[in-house]
């Protein structure tokens, strides 16, 4: 080998030795150690820039949940296409059925065909059956469970589901309210007041996104793929007890419970209507609601509760005072109206002791 080659081989090697020292030292791989978590957590919403807040959970919804009696609600799968609802937006009874956006476009994941409530050791079960099968709805639904725990027409909280709804039970999407002033039915519970100025349910007592509240696991919410149900809301028995009244809406409207109830907060005239035969159709300032009467959970009701669901009747009293709170019917068991006093804007006749017409349909209570 030339003298010339010979150098030229040295510098080579000398260049790869260079490199060689300078090389980063590779790492060893580590494995990440994790350990089994005591209890479920759960990752919420960011609380501040960069930052989530992770909720353990210490008691979680049963996996399979049984459905009690069915609770029917007037819906608009019939006429919706028509731009209008058969009937059942009785607007001075808070009952609002209103599953259109304001150009009375029909929204069948905003329409509610019924509901059910169970209960476990720990949770009441709200099943909630809508005519749609996208709670996911691109309108950002939300979905609700009013409580009235004194039975007087005005609630006392609110369990408030917001998408995303998933399969699985979360509690990150659910908040809770309460209504400390007992102002949420304006100045009465049987009959709109508007316009009404109050804070509706002002007092937020469970924020499953941040954590805030005293109990994680408060309420919660999933998507259910079956026939009895579309979603189902969970609440701890502790909020409520076991004795109260309540009832079902879904809002893609307002979505603020600070304004409940919306049929305080505007007239007939101003929010309008879903009922082609009515003076105020259509919608106006009130649309994309839609609500249920209040079912009674844990005692046997008179039948005259404020926004109770028909087809409870009071038992006759066998005179005198023995049972004030039922008064005796008119003479010759009848009723001052009648079926036949019934118009097209409450069609439907509940007998005594309602002796009214309505827009819901009566029916025995099982």
Same mark, same amino acid.
């Given at each position: 080998?030339?003298?010339?080659?010979?150098?030229?081989?040295?510098?080579?090697?000398? %260049?790869? =030795?260079?490199?060689?020292?300078?090389?980063?030292?590779?790492?060893?791989?580590?494995?990440?150690?994790?350990?089994?978590? =005591?209890?479920?957590?759960?990752?919420?919403?960011?609380?501040?820039?960069?930052?989530?807040?992770?909720?353990?959970?210490?008691? %979680?919804?049963?996996?399979?949940?049984?459905?009690? *009696?069915?609770?029917?609600?007037?819906?608009?799968? #019939?006429?919706?296409?028509?731009?209008?609802?058969?009937?059942?937006?009785?607007?001075?009874?808070?009952?609002?059925?209103?599953?259109?956006?304001?150009?009375?476009?029909?929204?069948?994941?905003?329409?509610?065909?019924?509901?059910?409530?169970?209960?476990?050791?720990?949770?009441?079960?709200?099943?909630?059956?809508?005519?749609?099968? $996208?709670?996911?709805?691109?309108?950002?639904?939300?979905?609700?469970?009013?409580?009235?725990?004194?039975?007087?027409?005005?609630?006392?909280?609110?369990?408030?589901?917001?998408?995303?709804?998933?399969?699985?039970?979360?509690?990150?999407?659910?908040?809770?309210?309460?209504?400390?002033?007992?102002?949420?039915? #304006?100045?009465?519970?049987?009959?709109?007041?508007?316009?009404?100025?109050?804070?509706?349910?002002?007092?937020?007592?469970?924020?499953?996104?941040?954590?805030?509240?005293?109990?994680?696991?408060?309420?919660?919410?999933?998507?259910? *793929?079956?026939?009895?149900?579309?979603?189902?809301?969970?609440?701890?028995?502790?909020?409520?007890?076991?004795?109260?009244? &309540?009832?079902?809406?879904? $809002?893609?409207?307002?979505? $603020? %419970?600070?304004?409940?109830?919306?049929? $305080?907060?505007?007239?007939?005239?101003?929010?309008?209507?879903?009922?082609?035969?009515? *003076?105020?159709?259509?919608?106006? &300032?009130?649309?994309?609601?839609?609500?249920?009467?209040?079912?009674?959970?844990?005692?046997?009701?008179? #039948?005259?509760?404020?926004?109770?669901?028909?087809?409870?009747?009071?038992? &006759?009293?066998?005179?005198?005072?023995?049972?004030?709170?039922?008064?005796?019917?008119?003479?010759?068991?009848?009723?001052?109206?009648?079926?036949?006093?019934?118009?097209?804007? =409450?069609?439907?006749?509940?007998?005594?002791?309602?002796?009214?017409?309505?827009?819901?349909?009566?029916?025995?209570?099982?």
């Amino acid at each position: 080998m030339s003298s010339k080659h010979r150098i030229y081989l040295f510098f080579c090697l000398l %260049v790869i =030795a260079v490199l060689a020292c300078n090389a980063p030292a590779s790492s060893q791989p580590t494995e990440e150690q994790t350990s089994p978590a =005591a209890s479920v957590t759960e990752e919420g919403a960011e609380s501040q820039p960069g930052s989530t807040v992770e909720v353990t959970h210490v008691i %979680v919804p049963s996996a399979s949940v049984s459905t009690g *009696k069915t609770v029917f609600d007037v819906e608009s799968s #019939g006429t919706g296409p028509e731009g209008r609802a058969p009937y059942g937006d009785t607007y001075e009874f808070n009952l609002l059925e209103r599953p259109f956006t304001q150009d009375m476009t029909y929204i069948p994941d905003l329409d509610i065909e019924s509901y059910s409530m169970s209960q476990d050791e720990n949770f009441h079960y709200m099943s909630i059956k809508l005519i749609g099968s $996208d709670p996911n709805n691109s309108l950002g639904i939300h979905y609700g469970v009013e409580i009235d725990t004194d039975m007087d027409g005005f609630g006392n909280f609110v369990v408030l589901a917001k998408p995303p709804y998933a399969e699985e039970w979360t509690a990150a999407s659910m908040q809770v309210f309460e209504d400390t002033n007992h102002n949420t039915s #304006g100045t009465s519970p049987v009959r709109a007041d508007a316009p009404f100025d109050s804070d509706g349910y002002e007092t937020m007592l469970f924020d499953g996104a941040t954590g805030f509240g005293d109990d994680p696991d408060l309420a919660w919410v999933r998507l259910v *793929k079956g026939e009895d149900a579309t979603l189902q809301i969970a609440f701890k028995r502790s909020l409520a007890g076991d004795v109260f009244m &309540a009832g079902i809406f879904a $809002d893609a409207g307002l979505k $603020d %419970v600070g304004q409940m109830d919306y049929v $305080d907060r505007f007239t007939e005239e101003d929010a309008g209507s879903s009922v082609r035969d009515k *003076k105020t159709y259509p919608l106006k &300032a009130l649309f994309s609601v839609d609500n249920t009467c209040r079912d009674a959970f844990g005692f046997q009701p008179t #039948g005259y509760e404020p926004m109770i669901c028909a087809g409870y009747a009071a038992p &006759a009293s066998s005179g005198g005072d023995n049972n004030p709170g039922n008064p005796p019917p008119p003479s010759g068991q009848g009723c001052t109206i009648q079926p036949s006093d019934c118009t097209a804007d =409450a069609p439907f006749y509940w007998p005594y002791p309602h002796c009214a017409c309505s827009s819901t349909p009566f029916y025995e209570n099982p």
